[in-house]
């Protein structure tokens, strides 16, 4: 019973460390949330959904800057009109973010060519922009780029093969993205984007 009690308050202090810890971690995850204003969502939503805009597909990079009070604002952005289903882009700005636009899809769900362009980028993720919706990944810090991109695409391939259900499409693709630890949030037209950002340059 005497030695018991002794193995008590050490793992009582090991709890405690654990627990600050953790809690750290959360709130540093909390400042380093960036966030797009509606106010500048409706331009994007505008790129989507106007019927002469969305013809085309649109691609560019977020530059986001810390304020004094630590909040991550939107700073600028710069946007490149491509072609009905391709375009190219190449960074000119110190940027946090891509994004692109898939006017033709018929679901908000990044193409294996996006993932594979995704993850041999510096960027910490891209936001995806399909009739007004915006789909925010975030990539994991480290991956086996070879095994995702081959587990993604043969989903993608089985899917297309089955006539899969849009609702499929993006719970099969999520299903993958989460195991590989991206970070995967969708936003409705009009609502406040928040990244989970690493770092802020
Ligand atoms: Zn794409």
Redesign the pocket.
Known sequence: MKKRITIKPKSKRYKKRTRLKGFKKRVNKKKNIATIPPKARRIFDAMTTDKEMKKQ?VAGEFDFEKDKQGKIKLQKWNTTLGGEDEIEFESTIDSELDF?S?PE?DVLI??T??MDAILNDKQQGEI?FRMGEALVLVRPKKINKEKFLKEYDKKLWELNTRNASRKDFVKELSFILKKYSFKLQKFKKGKEIKIPLRRVV
């Open positions: 597909e692109h898939h899809s990044f193409s060519t996006d995806l």
